[in-house]
């Protein structure tokens, strides 16, 4: 019921920025949440951020360097990922939460490298 697209991902060098986008294909205001995961090679999938109409957080491995962030009126959900290490390498999955059922996006890859 709801159709999301990831962009924004690349490849960017130690101590930069990205601005990654989730586009979603109907209002946000009525989500549950929306989230970002990702998932690095060889690791299972995580939590990074996660933002409903009242609350957001962020995993305690990007505090101070992510945050997410909404538009309600672009249905858009956003997360700004600045300080970047090659750690934070992985492929960044938007996530919803629609009436208790998951919804995912393609994923879009970030690559943290010299």
């Known amino acids: ?3 999301l697209v ?3 991902g690349g490849l960017v ?3 930069g920025s990205l601005r990654l986008s989730c586009a979603a294909s109907r209002s946000i ?3 549950r949440s929306m989230g970002w ?3 690095a090679p060889g690791k299972e999938r995580e939590l990074v951020a996660a933002i409903t109409l009242y609350s957001s957080t ?3 491995s990007v505090k101070g360097r992510f945050t997410i962030s909404r538009d309600n009126a672009k249905n858009t ?3 700004q990922m600045n300080s970047l290490k090659p750690e ?3 492929v960044y999955y938007c996530n919803a939460d629609l009436d208790g059922d998951d919804y995912w996006g393609q994923g879009t890859q970030v690559t943290v490298s010299s």
Do not use: H, M
């Open 58 to 60: 962020v995993t305690d």
């Open 13 to 15: 060098q130690p101590g």
């Open 1 to 3: 019921q709801v159709q």
């Open 37 to 39: 995961y990702r998932q």
């Open 29 to 31: 205001f009525r989500l």
């Open 77 to 79: 959900v956003y997360l």
């Open 88 to 90: 934070d390498t992985a």
């Open 6 to 8: 990831e962009s924004g």
